[in-house]
């Protein structure tokens, strides 16, 4: 008898949780990725003392099973705990001290992390959809591939639109979904506070974090939300200048901050979630999952793709049953 065949489209968190469980129950899994590397948010940059993390800045667990998860992870390395705290303020004002509480960082390239999830499911690369059809996905280069038992997207919203012209019932739940943008800063600088993880008291720079596998003055800087979107159509140059020039002031540094990268998250948190943890077209096999629909957090989205993978397995039971 043959395996049942899933289709995924996105190597994100979400894809790779609904990947991965599905894998482990003997389906035979391909994940569709457009870039060079899977991770979505969770990706890294290569620097020349190792790696720096330009996404997600943490993880995080507020419940089970995620958190059982996340203790998972530690076991084997792949995380570990922020021991040290956070410290909040800014050069002008005061610094005070507040901890993290269930917040882990990588340990290992979170790219490496994704694909451990995948378990056995075959991860294309580099490989654009087109469209999502009942049961087919149609690659940019032309190839039709159908009979899949069921096909999932976990894209955000604004890149998964397109794809969804055969699909309208999928297509009007997506048309409200709303992302706020965030940039990311590769920077170095001497001086400043000793700490590991500053929260910035401003209404343009949110988050510091010291890369420690990368030396001890790399650090990544995340914008505002604010930030983001008055920036959203900066170079790379002009975004790092103005984010150099409020570093240095709201960090009292005497030097100027050597901005070594960017790379502007277009799609960075929902603010407008669609709701529940996937949105499904029972009749036509799609599916959609992502943070899109259950919101924001590295938690939610990789929940998404569980519950999805659980409620296909459960059918599949019921139809053999």
């Given at each position: ?94 610094w005070s001290q507040a901890q993290l509480q269930n917040h882990y960082r990588p ?184 943070d899109g629909i259950a919101g924001k957090g590295v938690e939610r989205a990789w ?19």
């Amino acid at each position: 008898m043959a395996r049942p065949r899933v289709g995924i489209v996105g190597a994100g968190i979400a894809g790779a949780s609904c990947a991965g469980t599905l894998a482990s129950a003997g389906w035979e899994v391909d994940v569709f990725e457009k870039d060079d590397r899977a991770g979505g948010r969770l990706s890294t940059r290569r620097v020349e003392q190792g790696w720096a993390t330009l996404g997600s800045a943490f993880i995080s667990a507020r419940r089970d099973p995620f958190r059982s998860q996340l203790r998972d992870w530690l076991r084997q390395g792949w995380l570990e705990p922020v021991r040290n705290g956070i410290l909040q303020g800014c050069a002008n004002k005061a610094w005070s001290q507040a901890q993290l509480q269930n917040h882990y960082r990588p340990s290992i390239e979170l790219a490496h992390l994704v694909h451990r999830m995948l378990k056995d499911a075959r991860l294309h690369l580099q490989t654009r959809v087109a469209a999502l059809q009942p049961r087919t996905l149609i690659l940019e280069d032309g190839r039709v591939l159908g009979d899949y038992d069921c096909i999932v997207c976990s894209v955000p919203a604004p890149q998964a639109i397109p794809m969804l012209d055969a699909l309208p019932l999928l297509r009007e739940r997506l048309l409200e979904v709303r992302y706020r943008p965030v940039w990311s800063f590769l920077t170095r600088w001497e001086g400043g506070p000793d700490a590991e993880v500053i929260k910035f008291d401003d209404n343009l720079l949110e988050l510091a974090v010291r890369q420690t596998t990368s030396g001890p003055d790399l650090w990544v800087v995340h914008s505002s939300h604010e930030f983001a979107e008055t920036c959203l159509e900066a170079s790379m140059e002009e975004a790092g200048t103005h984010a150099a020039s409020a570093l240095a002031e709201l960090l009292g540094l005497p030097r100027p901050v050597e901005v070594e990268s960017a790379h502007l998250w277009r799609h960075a948190r929902p603010a407008s979630p669609a709701g529940g943890f996937w949105v499904g077209d029972r009749e036509n096999r799609v599916a959609l999952i992502g943070d899109g629909i259950a919101g924001k957090g590295v938690e939610r989205a990789w929940e998404s793709g569980l519950r999805l993978a659980q409620a296909i397995l459960q059918a599949k039971e019921e139809l053999a049953s």
